[in-house]
C-alpha cells in the first residue's frame, strides 16, 4: 500500500513538474552549455532538442568536441532517449500531456555518417514504440518523438533502410526536395547564409526576400524551417518568428519560454 502510494506521489509531482504548455517554436540548442540539457528543455516546453553526438569506441557520446577522457560524459541512451521514454510512459505515449504534435530530437552527428549511423540505428530501435519511425515515404504511425539528423547527414545508408527511425535535417539547398516531409521534416540553414549584419537595423530588404522565398518553398512541401547561430535576444526572435521561421534557435531556454508567453506565440 505505502508503495502504491508512493508512485501516486512520484507521478503526480512529476506532472507538475513537466506539465508545461508546450511552445512550438522553441529549439533548444547547444545542449553542451546545460547541466541538466533534456530536462531543462522539457522544463521550460520546449518542442525540439539538439544532441551532438560521437561514435567512441562502440558507443554513442553526447559532447559537442571529441573529449580525451570520457568520464562524466553522458550517452544518449542516457542523457536523451531513456527520459523520453520515461515521459512517454507517464504520458500515455506523449511528451506532454495532450501535446498532439511531434516532439523533435535533432542528432548531429560529429563523427563519420558510415561510422556513427549504424549505432544510431540500433539504439534507436530498442525504443522503437515512442518514435515516428519513417516507411513508404511516411510516418508509420505519428508516435511523440520524431528523430532527425544534422551534421554529417548518412543519405545513402538512410536510403537503404526500409524502415526508417530517423529523417534528416534539410539544408534550402535541398528545395525542392523528392524526400517527403516526413523524411526531411526541417530545413536549417547558418544565419550568415541570409544576413551579412548582426544588427538588426542593418539587415537589408533584399536579405528578408531572400528568406522569405527559402521560407515558403519549406512550407509548400509541409517542412518546417531554422536557423543557427542567431543573435540570441528578443529582438532577433521577434523578427524571425514576423518571417514564419518556426523553430528558434536558442541558448537561453527560460528567456525564450517568457517570451513565448509574453508574445502568446
Do not use: C
Not at 508546450?22 to 516546453?45: I, Q, S
Not at 515512442?130 to 538512410?158: H, T, Y
Request: aromatic share 10%.
Amino acid at each position: 500500500m505505502k508503495s502504491a502510494l508512493a508512485l501516486m506521489i512520484v507521478a503526480f509531482s512529476s506532472a507538475l513538474l513537466w506539465s508545461q504548455t508546450p511552445l512550438v517554436h522553441a529549439h533548444a540548442h547547444n545542449d553542451y552549455e546545460h547541466d541538466r540539457p533534456l530536462l531543462d528543455a522539457l522544463h521550460n516546453g520546449f518542442v525540439s532538442v539538439e544532441a551532438d553526438v560521437h561514435a567512441i569506441d562502440g558507443r554513442l557520446y553526447v559532447v559537442h568536441d571529441r573529449p580525451n577522457d570520457l568520464t562524466g560524459v553522458p550517452t544518449l541512451e542516457d542523457a536523451y532517449l531513456k527520459p523520453l521514454m520515461e515521459r512517454a510512459q507517464l504520458y500515455r505515449g506523449k511528451i506532454f500531456p495532450g501535446y498532439q504534435g511531434f516532439f523533435y530530437l535533432m542528432i548531429d552527428i560529429k563523427t563519420s555518417a558510415e561510422q556513427t549511423y549504424p549505432l544510431l540505428r540500433d539504439e534507436l530501435a530498442k525504443y522503437e514504440a515512442m518514435l515516428s519511425v519513417v516507411e513508404n515515404d511516411e510516418d508509420q504511425p505519428q508516435k511523440a518523438v520524431k528523430v532527425f539528423i544534422s551534421g554529417n547527414r548518412p543519405f545513402e545508408q538512410l536510403e537503404r533502410d526500409q524502415v526508417k527511425y530517423a529523417g534528416l535535417d534539410g539544408r534550402p539547398g535541398d528545395l525542392p526536395s523528392a524526400y517527403s516531409a516526413a523524411m526531411m521534416p526541417v530545413i536549417s540553414d547558418h544565419y550568415r547564409r541570409f544576413f551579412a549584419s548582426r544588427d538588426l537595423e542593418e539587415i537589408q530588404p533584399e536579405e528578408v526576400i531572400k528568406l522569405k522565398a527559402m521560407v515558403q518553398q519549406a512550407h509548400s512541401e509541409g517542412r518546417r524551417v531554422r536557423l543557427w547561430a542567431i543573435p540570441d535576444h528578443p529582438d532577433m526572435w521577434r523578427f524571425l518568428r514576423s518571417l514564419d521561421v518556426d523553430l528558434i534557435n536558442t541558448d537561453h531556454l527560460s528567456e525564450l519560454r517568457e517570451f513565448f508567453v509574453a508574445e502568446g506565440d
